[in-house]
T-cell receptor, first 114, second 115 residues
Framework: GENVEQHPSTLSVQEGDSAVIKCTYS??????FPWYKQELGKRPQLIID?????GEKKDQRIAVTLNKTAKHFSLHITETQPEDSAVYFC?????????????FGTGTKLQVIP | EAQVTQNPRYLITVTGKKLTVTCSQN?????MSWYRQDPGLGLRQIYY???????DKGDVPEGYKVSRKEKRNFPLILESPSPNQTSLYFC??????????????FGPGTRLTVL
């Protein structure tokens, strides 16, 4: 089955700096890679996603890059703000007929220091 | 309001006492899924359902059952709970179409403690 590794497990940055979180996956059939943000005590919420036919996607201060050959994808947050403090999860899944399993990484706790 | 609801939100029970956690969505989503969240392990998929009467195992299905008799409901059943099932459980749903939009909408979570 799919295996998703996520690093680092914790990350502290100064407000205004950039943060990068990296994930690797094992199943070359995976074709959809979402990122979820989970604030303390809240439910996970999608912040950005990317499909395997795209190398990069941006949404304001957030970007995701995908390297299919190396089987890794990364989340980039620029100009970090205190409200970016949360746990971030990457995930990999395959949209292939009836096969719809989703495998999440173990999460990265991001702390933005004002 | 479009939402995914779970009940109960908190539950403390004892080993072996059957329990059901309900999940309901009002967005007419075909796909529904259950996850458990444990410290250091992230979110792990238990079961998912592509539509009514169509369910399949995720990565950690042992000790759990599900059913999908109606499109809006996807209950999680623990026939004989054990302490290692103490966890935070999330239900999620998403539409199967359009394919480009795969965002899962999560419920508020159910914190289960098995003594």
């Amino acid at each position: 089955g799919e295996n998703v590794e996520q690093h680092p497990s914790t990350l502290s940055v100064q407000e205004g700096d950039s943060a990068v979180i990296k994930c690797t996956y094992s199943d070359s059939a995976s074709n959809y890679f979402p990122w979820y943000k989970q604030e303390l005590g809240k439910r996970p919420q999608l912040i950005i996603d990317i499909r395997s036919n795209v190398g990069e996607k941006k949404d304001q201060r957030i970007a995701v890059t995908l390297n299919k050959t190396a089987k890794h994808f990364s989340l980039h947050i620029t100009e970090t703000q205190p409200e970016d403090s949360a746990v971030y999860f990457c995930a990999a899944s395959t949209d292939s007929g009836g096969y719809q399993k989703v495998t999440f990484g173990t999460g990265t706790k991001l702390q933005v220091i004002p | 309001e479009a939402q995914v609801t779970q009940n109960p939100r908190y539950l403390i029970t004892v080993t072996g006492k059957k329990l059901t956690v309900t999940c309901s969505q009002n967005m007419n989503h075909e796909y529904m899924s259950w996850y458990r969240q444990d410290p250091g392990l992230g979110l792990r998929q238990i079961y998912y359902s592509m539509n009514v009467e169509v369910t399949d195992k995720g990565d950690v299905p042992e000790g759990y059952k599900v059913s999908r008799k109606e499109k809006r409901n996807f209950p999680l059943i623990l026939e004989s709970p054990s302490p290692n099932q103490t966890s935070l459980y999330f239900c999620a749903s998403r539409p199967l179409f359009p394919v480009q939009r795969n965002e899962q909408f999560f419920g508020p979570g159910t914190r289960l403690t098995v003594l």
